[in-house]
């Protein structure tokens, strides 16, 4: 069975301050590893897919990275608006159902 | 692109009472839906699969007598709670995926259901 930990649970940022979650995962085989954002109240927002180890996504103040055992996902320079909680997924190699992390919360501060 | 748009936002209502939810794709096909079930500060629990004019797939546990999946079209998908009671209360979102290989899944922004 696939599992998925996220760590921290709970973030506290300065403005400008950043730091790196991560993502931990045990598969039997991974076709896609995702990030999304999810807002209070609000259905997950799609931010990246990572396929293979060593590549790397960017969008805006937010890097994703992969190893054979862990996703990062940077936040450089955060703003208040980038408050929210982050998820990541796997995604077998058969089929489309996604296996979800429990989340980090992210709060940044001004 | 990619939008998924799901009906009603919120609801409540009394213990004894069905309830539908539609989740639609607004700008493609959905080949495939997906029906979550999120509690309070935890992640996505995957209730069911369903494939356009096929039969949803229940994951383990998910009573497929109590949450009725309906995937008649290719935009829509509605998930029924029948006789909900209190325990039913929980947020739920949908998702879908098109026909395309390595797509992304697209989530709705979820129904908040109060059962009282």
């Known amino acids: 069975e696939d599992q998925v930990t996220q760590s921290p649970e709970a973030l506290r940022l300065q403005e400008g301050e950043s730091s790196s979650l991560n993502c931990s995962y045990t598969?039997?085989?991974?076709?896609?590893l995702f990030w999304y954002r999810q807002d209070p109240g609000k259905g997950p927002e799609f931010l990246f897919t990572?396929?293979?180890a060593g590549e790397e996504k960017e969008k805006e103040r937010l890097k994703a990275t992969l190893t054979k055992k862990e996703s990062f996902l940077h936040i450089t320079a955060p703003k208040p608006e980038d408050s929210a909680t982050y998820l990541c997924a796997v995604q077998p190699p058969a089929g489309n159902k996604l296996t979800f992390g429990g989340g980090t919360r992210v709060l940044v501060k001004p | 692109g990619a939008v998924v748009s799901q009906h009603p936002s919120w609801v409540i209502c009394k213990s004894g009472t069905s309830v539908k939810i539609e989740c639609r794709s607004l700008d493609f096909q959905a080949t495939t839906m997906f029906w979550y079930r999120q509690f309070p500060k935890q992640s996505l629990m995957l209730m069911a699969t369903?494939?356009?004019?096929?039969?949803?797939?229940?994951e383990q546990g998910v009573e497929k007598d109590k949450f009725l999946i309906n995937h008649a079209s290719l935009t829509l998908s509605t998930l029924t709670v029948t006789s909900a009671h209190p325990e039913d209360s929980s947020f739920y979102i949908c998702?879908?995926?098109?026909?395309?290989?390595?797509?992304?899944?697209?989530f709705g922004d979820g129904t908040r259901l109060s059962i009282l």
């Open positions: 990572l396929y293979s």
């Open positions: 998702s879908a995926i098109g026909d395309l290989r390595n797509q992304p899944q697209h």
């Open positions: 598969v039997s085989g991974l076709r896609g």
């Open positions: 369903s494939n356009e004019g096929s039969k949803a797939t229940y």
